[in-house]
Nanobody, 132 residues
Framework: VQLQASGGGFVQAGGSLRLSCAAS????????MGWFRQAPGKEREFVSS???????????YYTESVKGRFTISRDNAKNTVYLQMNSLKPEDTAAYYC???????????????????????WGQGTLVTVSS
């Protein structure tokens, strides 16, 4: 089981980046998928998460500081989760990690989507640097 994150880079404030997280080794269509980030000298923090609720329903969450600027999505056919980041700010600078919570029911996902210890698999991180 592997998660491969990509799409990080250097961008000026106000710019955009799209992060991707490709999962291999098993199907993640029913897994909760999350993005976390860790800035230098700070603890890892929750950014966003998504879980398929069946049909065309997806349950998404965002940390307050990125609401309205970041959008999480997933393509289950490609086992890939995306994080579209717009209007980037210097404070968004961090290493971004994707994570997967397998065998997680919807009730647990709703209650604990922002807790890193709920996630079973982690990608290697992709660095986002936003200059002012």
């Amino acid at each position: 089981v592997q998660l491969q994150a990509s799409g990080g880079g250097f961008v000026q404030a106000g710019g955009s980046l799209r992060l991707s997280c490709a999962a291999s080794g098993r199907t993640f269509s029913t897994s909760g998928m999350g993005w976390f980030r860790q800035a230098p000298g700070k603890e890892r923090e929750f950014v966003s998460s998504i879980k398929w609720g069946g049909g065309s329903t997806y349950h998404t969450y965002y940390t307050e500081s990125v609401k309205g600027r970041f959008t999480i999505s997933r393509d289950n056919a490609k086992n890939t989760v995306y994080l579209q980041m717009n209007s980037l700010k210097p404070e968004d600078t961090a290493a971004y990690y994707c994570a997967a919570a397998v065998n997680q029911n919807m009730r647990t996902y709703i209650a604990r989507h922002s807790y890193s210890d709920e996630y079973d698999y982690w990608g290697q991180g992709t660095l986002v640097t936003v200059s002012s």
